[in-house]
């Protein structure tokens, strides 16, 4: 079966090359920690045998999820976490029932008689390796560590006020889920354990931009971010949700459950204004309940000993006459500006940077970075898709490059994680559509995302 790829250089993942027996151990469950051998051969010491026929449910708490299914493969080797693996044509996912918290996740793939190419994404279209080739005969481990969170706020006993289409989403559920994607993955073992204290959290408050977006053809810079940070030493927290202020985000207990979980050295990004504006009332503004909120967001995240970082809101694709992006959020992104200076924090002009970005695309090569798309380009979709403030992928992943660029230049003790080899992005001279890949997810949205 053929499937929808869009292209993108191989961007540098934490692979390890050495055999699975070498980056594999079986351990007692006690420990917490979970290993999966794949494949109907012999299953390794300590693993647990998932076959194509293991289907998730709640009484054995993993397998195969989201009615998607594997075939499985036998290569005949001695060593049990050689000798087969599993694979398909379509997307498929993989989960596992675990607590709340931050896992390290290390997936051995390939086929000692053949090739492979995967991408692994990772709850709600996480990115978090999005691509993995390995030559034939070859395996590699590839090693992600990600949050897995739900709505529990277990210092008061309350819970975060989520909306009904949430409920749904694979990022508030107790599971721990991966989607296997690409041209031809094949994986032959997983294993799961909690991470180490000292792995830093980055929190992520904000809208329908930032949010892991659950379905096709919407992302946001958050999902993405993932991709391009150590291993073994940060994992993304992503509280975003679509339609949300920064009033409301506070209203809900996203913040509450943030704070609940963070602790010294943690970050918490915070990216709102678009639907901050439409808010009407006496009091309401940017220089007066927003800067509010923006200032009492760093003081609590400051009691926690953690880091705020506050992130002006990217422009929406607004053109002029002359090809000028003009600004269509009032004085959100200024209140921002005035109030990290204020507070002495760190501030990552998206704002400022985004508009150089799209001018140097310009109006007809942008397109490719919003959601536009005309009629029946995905299933169900009868009427064209032109949105001017939600990114595909390729849109996200460019949001996303900056802001790793506004970490370097803030000079933040996180830019020493970001992996190694990525690039010092340039929002004058950004991606052309043409090198980016990402093999849809087969989840595809009927409606667009709150907020605009």
Same mark, same amino acid.
């Given at each position: ?33 979970? @290993?999966? /051998? ?26 195969? /999820? ?8 036998? =290569?005949?080797?001695?060593?049990? @976490? ?34 492979? #190419?995967?991408?692994? =994404? ?27 969170? /739900? ?21 508030? /559920?107790?599971? @721990? ?82 704070? *609940? @979980? ?43 000993? *953690? ?79 032109? #949105? ?61 995302? #709150?907020?605009?």
């Amino acid at each position: 079966m053929k499937r929808s790829l869009i292209y993108l250089p191989l961007i540098v993942l934490s692979v390890g090359c050495a055999s699975p027996k070498t980056t594999i151990h079986a351990v007692k469950p006690a420990e917490g920690r979970y @290993l999966f /051998d794949f494949g109907t051969s012999n299953t390794a010491t300590g693993f647990t045998a998932v076959s194509p026929s293991t289907f998730y449910n709640e009484k054995i708490g993993y397998g195969f /999820d989201r009615n998607t299914t594997v075939t499985s493969v036998n =290569r005949g080797d001695n060593d049990p @976490l050689k000798d087969g693996f599993v694979s398909s044509d379509k997307p498929f996912y993989f989960s596992v029932r675990v607590p709340e918290g931050n896992y390290n996740v290390k997936v051995v793939m390939g086929d000692k008689e053949g090739t492979s #190419d995967a991408t692994v =994404r990772a709850e709600n279209r996480r990115m978090m390796a999005n691509r993995v080739q390995t030559t034939r005969g070859e395996l590699k481990t590839v090693e992600l560590t990600l949050n897995i969170r /739900d709505t529990l706020i277990r210092a008061n006993n309350t819970r975060v006020r989520i909306k009904d289409r949430e409920r749904a989403y694979l990022h508030w /559920d107790n599971k @721990l889920t991966l989607e296997f994607n690409g041209v031809e993955p094949k994986v032959a073992a997983i294993e799961i354990s909690p991470a180490p204290a000292d792995v830093v959290t980055v929190f992520l408050a904000g809208n329908s931009t930032v949010v892991d977006q659950a379905e096709e053809p919407y992302a946001a810079w958050g999902q993405m971010l993932p991709a391009f940070l150590m291993p073994g030493r940060v994992a993304v927290a992503n509280y975003a949700e679509s339609g949300e202020s920064l009033s409301s985000f506070i209203a809900a207990r996203r913040f509450e459950k943030m704070l *609940s @979980l963070m602790k010294a050295g943690d970050y918490a990004f915070v990216e709102f204004g678009h639907n901050d504006q439409k808010q009407k009332g006496e009091g309401i503004g940017a220089f007066t309940s927003y800067k509010k909120d923006l200032k009492y967001f760093i003081a609590e995240v400051k009691k926690q000993g *953690s880091i705020p970082v506050l992130v002006t809101s990217m422009m929406r694709r607004n053109f002029d006459s002359n090809g000028k992006i003009t600004n269509s959020l009032g004085d959100y992104p200024e209140a921002v500006r005035q109030t990290a200076k204020e507070e002495g924090v760190a501030m990552i002009d998206l704002n400022a940077m985004s508009k150089t970005m799209y001018e140097a695309w310009g109006p007809e090569g942008s397109i490719k970075a919003f959601v536009h798309f005309p009629a029946n380009t995905f299933p169900n979709q009868k009427v064209a898709l032109k #949105d001017d403030t939600h990114f595909t992928p390729f849109g996200a992943y460019q949001i996303a490059q900056i802001i790793l660029k506004g970490i370097r230049s803030n000079k933040l003790d996180l830019a020493a994680f970001i992996k190694p080899g990525t690039r010092n992005f340039n929002p004058s001279k950004p991606d052309k559509f043409e090198s980016f890949y990402w093999p849809n997810s087969p989840s595809i949205a009927a409606s667009k995302p #709150d907020g605009n």
